[in-house]
């Protein structure tokens, strides 16, 4: 079992990155600027334009690579939010530069590369966070506390399907949607 790493008590605001600017970015954003301890530091995308619009907007530093914005001493937090495939090289180096992780499903491509990250933050004592945008929906805390309660007497396996559709539009919308090595196919 992980050793938990305990939450730190955050005497000012907690600054914050973000590395990867499509679609779902722009939670993110939103979320940093809900939050009345979090400051958005920067962002970072290869679309220079797009960087640029982004961080004007949200008054912050701009980089079209993101070890610039890993560079930045003051920077507590990064969300990685690109491709699928790129959470695991992106991810490593921002727990190297010492920062914390808050990266989008999936944590990688590999069970192995998952685990290596894991390990990673832990050894530095860094949080590593995965976006499960579902799990406070309200069908969860019930089963959960069914579970919790021995309603359904010991449990000893469970499945669980949940379809998605997307259109093949989706799938055209980004090089990397669908693809084995950078989404883990369909």
Request: glycine share 8%; aromatic share 6%.
């Amino acid at each position: 079992m992980l050793d938990r790493i305990p939450i730190p008590k955050v005497d000012g605001p907690v600054r914050f990155g973000v590395i990867g600017l499509g679609m779902i970015s722009e939670f993110h954003l939103k979320a940093i600027n809900r939050i009345e301890q979090a400051i958005l530091l920067g962002v970072a995308s290869r679309r220079e334009e797009q960087t640029k619009n982004i961080a004007a907007e949200h008054g912050c530093y701009a980089a079209t690579d993101y070890r610039e914005l890993l560079r930045i001493k003051e920077l507590d937090v990064v969300c990685v939010t690109t491709s699928s495939g790129s959470h695991y090289e992106i991810g490593m180096e921002v727990l190297r530069s010492g920062k914390h992780l808050v990266v989008e499903k999936p944590l990688a491509m590999t069970a192995e590369q998952a685990n290596e990250l894991i390990a990673t933050a832990a050894e530095r004592r860094l949080m590593l966070s995965v976006i499960s945008q579902r799990r406070f929906e309200p069908q969860h805390g019930i089963i959960k506390d069914v579970l919790s309660q021995g309603k359904l007497g010991r449990l000893l396996m469970a499945e669980v399907s949940c379809p998605y559709y997307r259109s093949q539009d989706y799938y055209d919308s980004a090089d990397w949607r669908g693809r084995m090595d950078q989404d883990g196919g369909a």
